[in-house]
C-alpha cells in the first residue's frame, strides 16, 4: 500500500495576550530579545518546520504588532477580546477551513521564542502517528507554568494551571511548553466546548487537551532534551534570560568556529553577526544586526558596532562606535572613533581617536589620525588628514562634498569649505580655511600672516583685553 499523502501543517501562533506582568504599553510579543522582537523569533521556527501555512493571533495592540513584523507569507487574525489561549485558537478555525479535514495545527505561543523547529517536527509525527502531541520538560523551578500530570503508566492524563493546582500538583516539575500538534478539524470541535471555569474566567486551551484525552485520544508527551527550549516570557527577568541564552547559543558556535571570546558573559553578538575565525573580541563589545568581522581581527573592549562590516586583519581599538560602516582589510579604527553610516574605509586606512566620518571614503592607506570631522568626503589613497581637520559640508541650507586627492597632505586644524577640492599631492598650511579649489602638487596657505611685537608680551596677561 502507498504511504498516505503527508498531512498539512498549519502553524498557529497565540500571540493576542496582554502581557499584564510585562508592565509595559507595548505589546509582549515585541519586546525584543537578542535584537529581534520575541514573535519574529517564534516566526522563524515555524518557517524552518516547513509549515505550509502561518498564522498569527493578534489582539492586544494587534496594528502595533502586524506593523513591526511584517511577513507577506503571514495571514493574520483577530482575537479582538482576549479570553484566554483555548478562545485565541479557536478564532484561527476560519483560516483553516479549506485543509482542516485532515490538517495537523502546530500550535505555538508568541512568547516562547527559544522553540526548536526540530521540536516541531518532532510534535507533528506524534500527532500524525496517533492523535495529538504537546511538548513537556523538567524544570527544576516550575514557577507559573501548567503541570503535566500523568496516569500509572506514564501516559498523559490532564494540564493543570499552576493558579489552579492543588499543593501536590504544583509539586510537579514535568510542565507544559505549550507548544502542541493537534488535529484538525477535532481540536475545534473541543474547543467550543470549553467553560471558564477557573481561577482566570479564561477558556483554556490546556483544558481542550485535557478532555480529549480523556474521551480516549492519545496525546503523546514530547520531552524537550533542552527545557530552555519552553521558556516563557511573561515578565522582564524572564525577558533578560531568554535574551541571553539566545545570545549564548550563538555565541557558543561562534566559539567552536574558531572565534575567541574572552568574556562570553560580558559580550553582546547578535545571532545575524558572522565573525571569522581567528578574530578575538574583548569584553563589553556589542556586534547587533546585520554586522559581519572578517579574518584575525581584533575588537577591543567596549567596541559598538551595528550594521557594519570589518574586513580581515583590522584592529577595531576600545569604545569606538561604527553603525552601517565599512572597513577595509588591515585597518585600523579608534579608540574613541564614531563611523557613521556610509563612511568606507578601504584596506590599511587609519581613523583614529575623536574622528567622526560620515558618508565618506578613506582611501587606501590614508590617515586621519586625531580630532577630525569628514563628512561627504572623499580621501585619496595615502593622504594624511591632520589633526583637528574639519569638513564644512553644511552651510545651513544644503551639504556639499569635499575631495581630497591621493597622496595630500591636509595640515592640523584646516577648514576644508564644501565644496572645495584639494588636489593630488597638495598640502595645506595649518590653520587655514580653504574654500577655494587647491592644484595638485600646490601648497595653500589661508590664514592670517603671523606678526610679532618684540617686548610686548609682558604683563599682557593682566590687562583685560
Ligand atoms: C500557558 C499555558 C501553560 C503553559 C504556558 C507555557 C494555558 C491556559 N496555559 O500559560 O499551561 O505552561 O503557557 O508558556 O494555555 N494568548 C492569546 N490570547 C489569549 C490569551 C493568551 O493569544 O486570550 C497568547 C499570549 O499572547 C501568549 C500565549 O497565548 O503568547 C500564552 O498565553 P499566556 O497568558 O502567557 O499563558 P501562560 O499563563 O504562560
Ligand atoms: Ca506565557
Known amino acids: 500500500m502507498p504511504n498516505p499523502a503527508p498531512r498539512p501543517r498549519v502553524a498557529v501562533i497565540l ?71 483555548g478562545h485565541a485558537l479557536a478564532q484561527a478555525e476560519g483560516e483553516i477551513s479549506d485543509v482542516a479535514e485532515n490538517a495537523t495545527v502546530l500550535v505555538l505561543s508568541g512568547d516562547v521564542p527559544l522553540v526548536n523547529p526540530a521540536t516541531l517536527d518532532r510534535l507533528a509525527r506524534g500527532a500524525e502517528e496517533g492523535w495529538g502531541a504537546m511538548a513537556v520538560a523538567e524544570m527544576a523551578d516550575p514557577g507559573s507554568l501548567g503541570r503535566v500530570l500523568v496516569d500509572g503508566s506514564g501516559a498523559f492524563r490532564e494540564i493543570v494551571e499552576a493558579r489552579d493546582a492543588a499543593l501536590e500538583e504544583l509539586a510537579v516539575r514535568r510542565i507544559n511548553a505549550g507548544l502542541y ?15 471558564a471555569s477557573n481561577a482566570q474566567g479564561e477558556l483554556y486551551l490546556t483544558d481542550a487537551v485535557t478532555i480529549a484525552a480523556q474521551d480516549g485520544h492519545p496525546v503523546r508527551l514530547v520531552d524537550l532534551p533542552d527545557p530552555d527550549e519552553a521558556l516563557g516570557v511573561n515578565d522582564r527577568v524572564e525577558l533578560a534570560k531568554v535574551h541571553r541564552l539566545l545570545l ?70 576600545p569604545y569606538s562606535v561604527l553603525d552601517g560602516a565599512e572597513v577595509g582589510d588591515g585597518c585600523r579604527v579608534g579608540p574613541f572613533a564614531r563611523l557613521r553610516p556610509a563612511s568606507r574605509l578601504l584596506g590599511g586606512a587609519r581613523v583614529g581617536n575623536f574622528v567622526e566620518v560620515k558618508g565618506s571614503e578613506i582611501g587606501a592607506g590614508a590617515k586621519v589620525n586625531h580630532l577630525s570631522y569628514v563628512g561627504d568626503a572623499t580621501v585619496g ?12 559640508n553644511y552651510d545651513g541650507v544644503r551639504k556639499s562634498s569635499t575631495e581630497i586627492g591621493a597622496g595630500a597632505f591636509i595640515g592640523s586644524d584646516t577648514m576644508l569649505v564644501a565644496p572645495v577640492k584639494v588636489g593630488a599631492g597638495a598640502s595645506t598650511a595649518a590653520g587655514s580655511v580653504i574654500t577655494k579649489n587647491v592644484p595638485d602638487g600646490a601648497l595653500a596657505v589661508a590664514r592670517v600672516r ?14 583685560k583685553i
Request: some cysteine.
Open 181 to 195: 500538534a493537534l488535529p484538525a478539524p477535532d481540536v475545534f470541535t473541543y474547543l467550543r466546548n470549553l467553560k
Open 381 to 392: 589613497a595615502g593622504a594624511n588628514v591632520g589633526a583637528g581637520v574639519v569638513t564644512c
Open 248 to 317: 549564548d547559543r550563538h555565541l557558543q558556535a561562534l566559539m567552536k568556529a574558531g572565534v575567541t571570546v574572552l568574556e562570553p558573559a560580558r559580550t553582546v553578538i547578535e545571532p545575524g553577526v558572522r565573525v571569522g575565525e581567528d578574530t578575538v573580541i574583548h569584553p563589553g563589545v556589542s556586534l547587533l544586526g546585520h554586522s559581519s568581522i572578517g579574518r584575525e581581527c581584533v575588537v577591543h573592549q567596549g567596541a559598538w558596532l551595528r550594521d557594519s562590516t570589518v574586513a580581515d586583519g583590522a584592529i577595531i581599538e
Open 15 to 85: 500571540a493576542a495576550g496582554k502581557g499584564t506582568r510585562m508592565k509595559s504599553s507595548l505589546p509582549k510579543v515585541l519586546h525584543e530579545a537578542a535584537g529581534r522582537p520575541l514573535l519574529a523569533w517564534v516566526i522563524d521556527a515555524a518557517r524552518a518546520a516547513g509549515c505550509e501555512r502561518i498564522l498569527v493571533v493578534v489582539g492586544h495592540g494587534a496594528e502595533r504588532v502586524r506593523e513591526a513584523i511584517g511577513g507577506a507569507d503571514l495571514r493574520w487574525v483577530l482575537q479582538a477580546e482576549q479570553r484566554g489561549t
Open 450 to 463: 603671523q606678526k610679532n611685537l618684540e617686548g610686548r608680551a609682558g604683563g599682557l596677561h593682566r590687562r
